[in-house]
């Protein structure tokens, strides 16, 4: 069965610091991974994906994931953190098993930059 | 395109009574889904449809039921309602194809006492 992981419940940063939210993947055949991220009281905002192609995906908001296929692992990357940034992100791995287009999520990193 | 929008923001009940969720999309989506959130669990499905007249299970659909009338609207219903429907209620579109992309609607937080 595909399963996402987010090993970290949270991660600190310093504004202006690189930051990485981790995640890692298990699924059978070529993986859609997705990235979301949902800021106060509002619902989730779609960041980037990778279907195929370059490991180095770009998104929204400055944000970037690299796809590491050996390491099963799509950590999602900025190379400086802002305060805004500050929001729950979870990984999502669609489920090609089925027809839903469902999405399997990880149980999310909350973020927090700091000034 | 005011996208996915989801009424009542907030709703309170007791134990046994039922309800309905709305949610509507103006993108002529044909996939649309409810999500539940909950602490430290991610989102998981609830109920899914790939068009008007056609609905499915996910991974978590007791005590819910939907319905597919048009390709807009996308009601949830609690028939009786539990403290463990205590969550947050989530609808999303997706267009179909490869787009992938999946827009959710603000959300509904619902407290079962």
């Known amino acids: 069965a595909q399963s996402v992981a987010q090993p970290e419940d949270q991660v600190n940063v310093a504004e202006g610091n690189p930051l990485t939210v981790k995640c890692t993947y298990s699924v059978s055949g070529n993986p859609y991974l997705f990235w979301y991220v949902q800021y106060p009281n509002r619902g989730l905002q779609f960041l980037l994906k990778y279907i195929t192609g370059d490991n180095l995906v770009k998104g929204s908001y400055g944000f970037e994931a690299e796809f590491n296929k050996s390491q099963t692992s799509f950590h999602l990357k900025k190379p400086s953190a802002l305060v805004s940034d500050s929001a729950l992100y979870f990984c999502?791995?669609?489920?090609?098993?089925?027809?839903?287009?469902?999405?399997?999520f990880g149980s999310g990193t909350r973020l927090l930059v700091r000034p | 395109n005011a996208g996915v929008t989801q009424t009542p923001k907030f709703q309170v009940l007791k134990t046994g009574q039922s309800m309905t969720l709305q949610c509507a999309q103006d993108m002529n989506h044909e996939y649309m889904s409810w999500y539940r959130q909950d602490p430290g669990m991610g989102l998981r499905l609830i109920h899914y449809?790939?068009?008007?007249?056609?609905?499915d299970q996910g991974e978590v659909p007791n005590g819910y039921n939907v319905s597919r009338s048009t390709t807009e609207d996308f009601p949830l219903r609690l028939l009786s309602a539990a403290p463990s429907q205590t969550s947050v209620y989530f609808c999303?579109?997706?267009?179909?194809?490869?787009?992938?992309?999946?827009?959710f609607g603000p959300g509904t937080r619902l407290t079962v006492t």
């Open positions: 449809s790939v068009g008007a007249g056609i609905t």
């Open positions: 999502a791995v669609r489920d090609i098993g089925s027809s839903s287009y469902k999405l399997i």
């Open positions: 999303a579109s997706f267009a179909g194809g490869r787009t992938y992309e999946q827009y």
